[in-house]
């Protein structure tokens, strides 16, 4: 049990960093407001390796110590409600046992965006930026899939070195 | 790699995306006006017809606007990221430009009559 801990502790120290990576070289592929969201490739790691407790103990020190250094008060709210929200679905589709990891990474990228846009609305007090919603979710989707194969490999290589 | 039930759900929400994107592209119609709104308060609207450029003050911050042939675009922000740039032109409605750290969003509105049917 305790030996979860270090891992758990260099886990959220990487997902920072790609976090950081993001913030350094945003990338915007034509919707303003997108990310890869590259963190949640390790969250995804963690959720599967470590159990849904720790992983989330991993996210949760992400999102503060991210808010804290390179972020604002704002940024965090946004990243808090994603991250929580996705990583709530996430964890429950992963118990059900019918999807894989990408299937569970997808539908943690839309929550993600979703659970984004709604505090987005509520922070600027329109509800007409709801229009937004079809392009968020297929976009989480696409990045949710895209880091869910990541997760894939990399939980596929743990394994082999046990 | 993938499940059967992957491909369900994945299907399901590329139905729900791109069909409520098509439903939002067939219900929009060119603008006849802009609106400001900076934390949910009207600041103004503006004709589409008349090209004009327009600072929009905030408690946050500062974003100029644009109206140029009958299209609406932020051309200048002082947030630190500039997403609202990204948004590019808008003139339909249905279509909208947002500035999160300034909470400025710019919607199209469509006649007076329309206005109704899209709020």
Not at chain 1, 24 to 44: E, H, T, W, Y
Not at chain 1, 77 to 82: D, H, Q
Not at chain 2, 74 to 87: L, Q, S, T, V, Y
Request: proline share 3%; hydrophobic share 55%; charged share 10%.
């Amino acid at each position: 049990m305790s030996n979860k801990i270090p891992v758990a502790a260099i886990l959220a120290s990487l997902a920072l960093i790609f976090s950081y990576v993001e913030f350094l070289f945003p990338l915007s592929l034509g919707i303003p407001g997108i990310k890869p969201g590259l963190a949640n490739i390790v969250i995804v790691v963690a959720l599967y390796r470590l159990g849904a407790r720790t992983a989330l103990m991993v996210n949760l020190t992400r999102i503060l110590l991210a808010a804290a250094l390179f972020g604002s008060v704002f940024s965090g709210l946004y990243s808090l409600a994603g991250g929580l929200v996705s990583f709530a679905v996430m964890a429950a589709l992963r118990k059900t046992d019918l999807f894989s990891t990408a299937g569970v990474s997808m539908a943690g990228g839309v929550f993600h965006n979703l659970a984004q846009l709604t505090v987005a609305a509520l922070i600027v007090e329109s509800a007409q930026i709801l229009y937004y919603f079809p392009l968020l979710l297929l976009a989480g989707m696409a990045a949710g899939v895209l880091n869910g194969v990541l997760a894939t490999w990399i939980l596929r290589a743990l394994r082999d070195v046990g | 790699m993938f499940q059967k039930a992957d491909i369900v759900l994945g299907i399901i929400l590329l139905a729900l995306g791109f069909g409520i994107l098509a439903l939002l592209q067939s219900l929009s119609v060119p603008g006849y006006s802009v609106a400001v709104t900076v934390d949910g308060a009207l600041q103004g609207v503006y004709d589409l017809s008349e090209n004009r450029i327009v600072q929009i003050e905030s408690a946050n911050g500062h974003n100029t606007m644009e109206i140029r042939d009958g299209q609406v675009s932020m051309i200048e922000a002082d947030c630190p990221n500039g997403d609202c740039m990204d948004f590019g032109s808008i003139r339909q409605t249905n279509q909208v430009v947002v500035c999160l750290p300034n909470k400025v969003v710019l919607t199209i509105r469509g006649s007076d009559e329309l206005d109704s049917i899209s709020y």
